[in-house]
């Protein structure tokens, strides 16, 4: 009996409206996590995931996050591996699983090094909220607002935005041996940017992670029981 009420527990907690998400507990976290990535050769570990879905937690309590759509990028993976998963955590559902460029001077096939700092040509860490989206020199865009000071604050002043790039692509990487990178924008591959851009504007979560000592110190928003 008591087997059969946690599984309740577990259907009951993982379908709840998003204003519930608090409530998860390891153990449901746990089989979210199983369930999403069965199978999988390239995923983020069960200790991101879990950190993902905390600070997505803690910026839907905030007012922050509109709606329980998840996307994780991993930059302890290399660029040419899908190292972007979207998922809907209420629906229980990988969405999107694609490519994405890191910044030109935070490595070459693997992202090590990190920047806030204008005119730094580096990826920033960090949770941020998407915003709406709109039409510039890299075609439909999004703003990607970031929710750490000091550590992902200046991505507007930065610039840095969601955009599609033809060197994000497994052509590009056949020809060069990984991905082209950016100024510092999450970009991803063209064929799939606009469907992928209209999916997440308007109040998602967006979590770039990497174990960098100085991110892990000063995150406001990563699970510190974890840590």
């Known amino acids: 009996m008591n087997t059969l009420l946690a599984m309740v527990s577990c259907v009951v907690l993982l379908t709840a409206p998003f204003k519930l998400a608090a409530q998860r507990s390891s153990e449901v976290l746990r089989v979210l996590y199983s369930d999403l990535f069965q199978g999988e050769d390239v995923k983020p570990s069960f200790q991101v995931f879990s950190h993902a879905i905390h600070g997505m937690d803690e910026l839907e309590r905030e007012g922050k996050c509109a709606t329980p759509i998840l996307t994780i990028v991993d930059f302890t993976k290399p660029s040419t591996a899908k190292r972007l998963w979207v998922i809907d955590v209420n629906g229980q559902e990988m969405r999107y699983n694609t490519l994405v460029a890191h910044g030109k001077n935070s490595g070459g096939n ?52 969601m955009h599609g790039a033809d060197y994000v692509s497994q052509s590009f990487i056949k020809k060069v041996g990984r991905l082209g990178r950016s100024h510092g924008c999450p970009a991803v591959p063209m064929h799939v940017h606009k469907e992928l851009i209209e999916a997440l504007a308007d109040g998602t979560c967006l979590f770039v992670w990497y174990p960098d000592v100085n991110y892990l110190k000063r995150s406001r928003l990563l699970d510190k029981d974890l840590l």
């Open 110 to 161: 693997v992202a090590k090094v990190f920047s806030n700092r204008p005119q730094s040509y580096m990826s920033s860490l960090g949770f941020y909220v998407t915003g709406s989206t709109y039409h510039g020199k890299h075609g439909l865009s999004l703003y990607l607002n970031g929710q750490e000071l000091g550590i992902n604050d200046k991505a507007k002043e930065r610039a840095i935005v």
